[in-house]
């Protein structure tokens, strides 16, 4: 039988509020899935959307975003910047073929370890009912 | 003896060749200080004279257009292998160009779609013991680069008289520019935009406008007017030509050497300036760019990081 399918999520965390959550739910004890590769950036507004392309790219099955909620930036605007760029990257990665459900941006403050733990599993099973992401699965070499 | 010049044209519209045209009495300056051994959109050569040539006798060889079938890969791997020295001249060979948005598709859609419920072509079909070849078509349109080693690109669609002279002039020169070099100036096209004085400080765009929908201002930047000007993320060169002309830059001199995936950094910067911080609006105000592959990616797509659409 082949082994069952694990999706491979790539997570940017926000310093300052998502990155700090993970951190709590860590050390709350929190269970979530393990299929997330955590990247720390400084702020949501940094997530060039050449890292998001990079990623599933190289075999990411999802990608996710978490920033700080409206108005809370440490930087004042970086997650208006991060929800503009990501509303319409969304919608190239659709025409590209690839899903609503595996690219997702989620306000999550450092106080909300338990949302890190839902949001988390929440993309890990919907991608994972969706399948891997593979982009040129039936293309002819010649 | 002068030096051999070959040009070869793949998977593009001709513009390149034209643009090799117009450089008018130049080019007749050009002709007299090489000798061009193969240009098949202008002169009588056959592939049977560049075999005939020892590996390594052409100077240079100038690629225009993408790489879509297995024809266009023998002959540039065959120019590869005579020239010294190969340009992708355009952005067609340099990023993939407008044919390359070809790979939203694949090669069963395309036939099936241009070849409807006719006679499809077939890549080898034999009767009566004589066999007939046809090159195959790829699923996936490639960058020049993808294929064979290229030397320097020349930008553009197609590129432009003077950024032709300069690239000619530095292969003729003593110092040969580095190997993988952009022949064209590494900064973005709003540092040499006419209308660069307009651009406010904080750009910031209420509404984005397609450019059948209004009468730009002639004066004015063009993406503080809600047009999608790509100039911020495109590489400098043309000389604003578009932009003279009153119509927004489509990016088709690609990006600068900072910048890996043009259409992801076109689309950074465009997302960047909307006016809007809802969730809602923010929608709604990209529901203004219907085509994002085709506004952000359209000469570049064979170039990107997701360089296809998935296919099914």
Redesign the interface.
């Known amino acids: 039988m082949p082994d069952a399918f694990e999706p491979k999520i790539v997570a940017f965390f926000c310093n300052w509020c998502t990155y700090l959550a993970a951190d709590l739910a860590g050390t709350s004890r929190l269970k979530y899935a393990p299929n997330v590769r955590t990247v720390r950036v400084m702020c949501s507004g940094r997530v060039?959307?050449?890292f998001?392309?990079?990623a599933?790219?190289q075999g990411a099955d999802g990608v996710l975003i978490g920033g700080c909620h409206?108005g809370d930036c440490h930087y004042q605007?970086g997650n208006?910047?991060a929800?503009?760029?990501y509303?319409?990257?969304r919608?190239?990665l659709n025409?590209?073929?690839?899903e609503n459900e595996r690219f997702r941006l989620e306000w999550i403050s450092a106080a909300e370890g338990e949302r890190v733990k839902a949001v988390v599993n929440d993309m890990v099973e919907k991608v994972r009912a969706l399948g891997p992401?593979?982009?040129?699965?039936?293309?002819?070499v010649? | 003896m002068k030096p051999r010049i070959a040009f070869y044209w793949c998977a593009s519209c001709g513009g390149c060749e034209e643009a090799v045209v117009d450089l008018d009495e130049a080019l007749l300056d050009v002709a007299n200080a090489v000798e061009i051994v193969f240009w098949p959109v202008a002169l009588d050569f056959k592939r049977k004279d560049i075999e005939a040539l020892p590996d390594g006798s052409i100077l240079a060889g100038f690629i225009n257009g993408a790489i879509r079938n297995s024809e266009q890969r023998e002959m540039v791997e065959l120019l590869r292998a005579k020239a010294r020295v190969i340009v992708a001249f355009g952005i067609c060979a340099q990023l993939g160009g407008i044919p390359g948005l070809a790979n939203l598709s694949d090669a069963k859609d395309i036939l099936a779609e241009v070849y409807r419920d006719g006679v499809s072509p077939q890549v080898r079909y034999s009767d009566n013991g004589r066999t007939l070849n046809l090159p195959a078509f790829y699923d996936t349109v490639k960058t020049l680069d993808a294929v064979i080693d290229v030397d320097y690109y020349v930008p553009g669609c197609p590129p432009t008289p003077n950024i032709i002279g300069d690239a000619v002039n530095a292969l003729l020169g003593a110092d040969l520019p580095p190997k993988g070099a952009v022949l064209a100036p590494d900064k973005a096209l709003c540092e040499e935009c006419p209308r660069k004085d307009t651009r406010p400080e904080k750009l910031l765009v209420k509404e984005f406008k397609r450019v059948h929908q209004i009468l730009p201002d002639q004066e004015t930047c063009l993406l503080a007017q809600g047009l999608v000007c790509l100039g911020a993320a495109t590489r400098s060169g043309c000389d604003a030509r578009c932009i003279r002309g009153n119509m927004p830059c489509t990016g088709c001199f690609g990006p600068t050497s900072r910048v890996r995936d043009f259409g992801a950094k076109a689309l950074s910067a465009i997302a960047s300036v909307a006016d809007c911080n809802e969730e809602s609006s923010v929608a709604q105000v990209m529901d203004a760019l219907p085509d994002p592959v085709g506004t952000f990616c359209r000469y570049s797509l064979p170039s990107a990081l997701l360089n296809r659409r998935r296919m099914e």
């Open positions: 060039d959307p050449q998001v392309l990079e599933f790219a409206p605007e208006y910047k929800l503009r760029r509303e319409l990257l919608r190239l025409q590209m073929g690839i992401l593979v982009i040129r699965e039936h293309e002819e010649a």
